[in-house]
């Protein structure tokens, strides 16, 4: 007869993000903390620092607590469910088990094995990934870029179909890709050199995107250190890029601070975004609800801003075909920037 048994993940958004591992044992739940979550892909193992067994009441604990190792945080549910028990070495202080998951969101047979009796162990995804088409995050892409031009009629005529166009703000600042990968996050620039470095206040969207795996398009523009409205001249950046400290970087949040504008999405989940039109990316990534204190969604003009925004003196717009897909690396004549 099966072995099975209750299981919690917890989301824990503690002074580093992590989900917190728990199963049933003996009256009482043995506990892990993964600090880059459970992986999918057989082909990469992940930490699993183990903790102190904790109490059955947090199956299903949600709130604020302390944790000796990652910090005070706020812990939330994040999947639940039974867990089939195949392997404990040894019973009495295990350093090995093998377990199969039955959650709502994870599923699948796992081995967690500690590393020469450390506190650190890792934990293996032994069978296939569900999805069998699903791929690991490519990290660095290059962007594609707008070309230069006037604003398309259809823009101000109400086109629709094939030909109609959405327009934002052009942002002056730097052109960054923002990969997160399941909390751990990556920022290049325009030719694919990693600055993940230079800005520390971006890198904490991975807390907003939690058990994630995306790819969001955007720019890093600064921003008023009071007000924390953008500051169209591109003042600052220049300075945050030669700081190569992570110190001096944090000190620089707070007297240049910047803001990542996304504006679009390329990846999701394994899976590219790319060859989707453009009006469907932009869905999904309204969907993430991206608004923190480093991140920002960029947002669409209406037609009476188009020529405000242009007659202001800013930066001018950027027009978007809405059927457009996302062909990586290249100029595209689907994207206008005009000034």
Avoid at 246 to 259: E, I, L, M, Q, W
């Amino acid at each position: 007869m099966a072995d099975v048994r209750r299981f919690v993940i917890q989301q824990h958004d503690a002074t580093r993000l992590h989900w917190d591992l728990r199963l049933e044992h003996d009256g009482v739940l043995l506990s892990w903390a993964l600090p880059r979550g459970v992986p999918w892909n057989p082909k990469e193992n992940r930490l699993a620092v183990r903790t102190e067994d904790h109490s059955l009441d947090f199956l299903d604990h949600e709130g604020d607590d302390f944790d000796g190792q990652f910090g005070a945080g706020r812990s939330t549910q994040w999947d639940t469910g039974t867990f089939e028990l195949h392997k404990l070495e040894p019973a009495d202080d295990p350093t090995k088990l093998v377990i199969t998951l039955s959650g709502t969101r994870v599923s699948g047979k796992y081995s967690l094995f500690s590393m020469r009796g450390s506190r650190d162990w890792l934990i293996h995804r032994m069978d296939p990934p569900v999805d069998e088409n699903r791929r690991a995050v490519p990290i660095g892409v290059v962007p594609m870029t707008a070309t230069d031009g006037d604003l398309p009629d259809d823009v101000m005529a109400g086109g629709s179909g094939d030909s109609a166009w959405s327009c934002e703000r052009r942002w002056n600042g730097i052109r960054a890709i923002v990969t997160d990968d399941t909390g751990r996050v990556v920022i290049t620039d325009a030719g694919a050199s990693d600055i993940s470095i230079h800005f520390p206040e971006v890198r904490r969207i991975g807390r907003a995107i939690g058990h994630r795996e995306l790819i969001l398009d955007g720019v890093i523009v600064p921003i008023d250190p009071d007000s924390g409205d953008v500051l169209h001249d591109g003042s600052g950046l220049d300075r945050r890029l030669r700081i190569g400290s992570d110190s001096g970087a944090r000190n620089a949040t707070k007297t240049a601070p910047v803001v990542f504008m996304a504006f679009d999405v390329l990846w999701s989940d394994g899976h590219p975004l790319t060859g989707l039109p453009w009006e469907l990316r932009r869905r999904q990534l309204d969907d993430l609800r991206l608004d923190g204190p480093g991140w920002r969604t960029s947002p669409i003009l209406e037609p009476d801003e188009v020529f405000a925004a242009m007659d202001a003196g800013e930066t001018g717009v950027v027009a978007k075909l809405m059927a457009s897909t996302y062909a990586i690396g290249t100029e595209s004549p689907d994207w206008i920037r005009t000034t």
